[in-house]
């Protein structure tokens, strides 16, 4: 592995002016695509492109989807369609090549397929582009190792070299009928062991575990990690071998779910990088601080009908921070596992009762505990018992009112198929406050 040093940066940078495309070449040879799309952060426009055109198309393909979206887009902006036909989307693999197209225009689309020149693969494109990109059929490629049931083993063999010219790797081989359904997978094992058996059907695993195109991506993942898989095949309606997803496809669409999830449970309501402008990165923070906002407000409010309260016992102001902190970590916390269970599949919609049950126990638990300290501590230190009394009482009631509101918001959310990562965010932390508040205020003013 070469480490990419500020003196190796500068060298390459140097040979890119003065145009030496052995040793641009030389110094690209030993690289990892991953680390030539890192390098690429170092380079302008121009010298990316003046790397590229010296790269084989197969690791410029590789290069060109290691690159983020937008430093893609600004490359491809200045390549002509036939270019970018020819040199990247010829060299990819289709679920690559569709990933790639679906972040161009129509008519860009339309141009950059009427110059592939495999028709095969271009139809292979648009077939795969009919499907929504959150689902199987979205994510999936064509390239497998495919063979009929019925086939000696000699004639497997031949055609599985066939097969694999074209292929960078080969995970299993998938075995259909005459009618093109999925009926096993063959074992590279048994294929060695076997040399000749009589049909592929005697020796093939069957009923293997495999998708429809129409299932979610979360499916996917959730099928690949339980089964510990490598590919995974994807057939259609009636059963018939349609493509394969691989692992890294998953972990890939599976890394940036959980990015959005961060983000929008940080209070972020769209999905940003670090390199996205001011005003993108403005747009995307400012509708939860305009909502924070409101909720200071209105505490605000509440605290001003208590106005009296306050002035007539001042030390009822000391704990406002420690009610409204706790009912949103409470809160949090609560919203957190189920929003994980929910991710996972472990917590299903049908177990929202015993869900709520456990959570109430927990809750409760962890009520008694804080207000018991907060009692103990305030009636040795404070002297007043009516505030003593109040604080705790109010934090009881606020622990178990965020535990339930915590449990309940993301599987609501989860069950309007709204994305249930909301409710760890500013949602529940401003929701708690404000009612944490008005819990606080109204047993104040009843025992104060």
Known sequence: MIELTRDYIDNLKSIITEKNDAKAQALLHDLYPADIAELYQELNLQEAIYLYL????????????????????KLLKELPNEL??????DNMETDDAVDLMRELDEDTQEEILSHIEDVEQAGDIVDLLKY???????????EMIVVNENWSMPQCIDEMRKQAED???IYYVYVIDDDERLKGVLPLQRLITNPSVSKIKHVMKKEPISVRDSDSIEEVAETIEKYDLVALPVVDSIGRLVGRITIDDVMDEVREQHERDYQLASGISQDVETSDNVFTQTAARLPWLLIGMIGGLANSVILGGFEGNLASNPKMALFIPLIGGTGGNVGIQSSAIVVQGLANN????????????????????????????????NFF??????????????????VMFASIFGTLVPMTLDR?????????????????DIIGMMIYMFISSALT
């Open 54 to 73: 010296l790269m084989d198309g197969d690791k410029a393909a590789d290069v060109l989807m290691e690159l983020d979206e937008e430093d893609r887009h």
């Open 84 to 89: 970018i036909a020819k040199r990247f989307v």
């Open 132 to 142: 929504d990109e959150d689902t199987a059929g979205g994510l999936m490629g064509t």
């Open 167 to 169: 292929m960078d790797e």
């Open 346 to 377: 472990s917590l299903k919609q049908d177990n929202i009762l015993p869900q709520i049950l456990k959570e109430g126990i927990v809750a409760l638990i962890n009520a008694s505990i804080i207000s018991l300290v907060v009692f103990i501590y």
């Open 381 to 398: 230190m404070l002297g007043d018992k009516g505030i003593t009394a109040s604080v705790s009482l109010s934090l009881f009631s606020v």
């Open 416 to 432: 309007l198929k709204i994305d249930p990562a909301l409710a760890t965010g500013p949602f529940i932390t401003i929701t708690n």
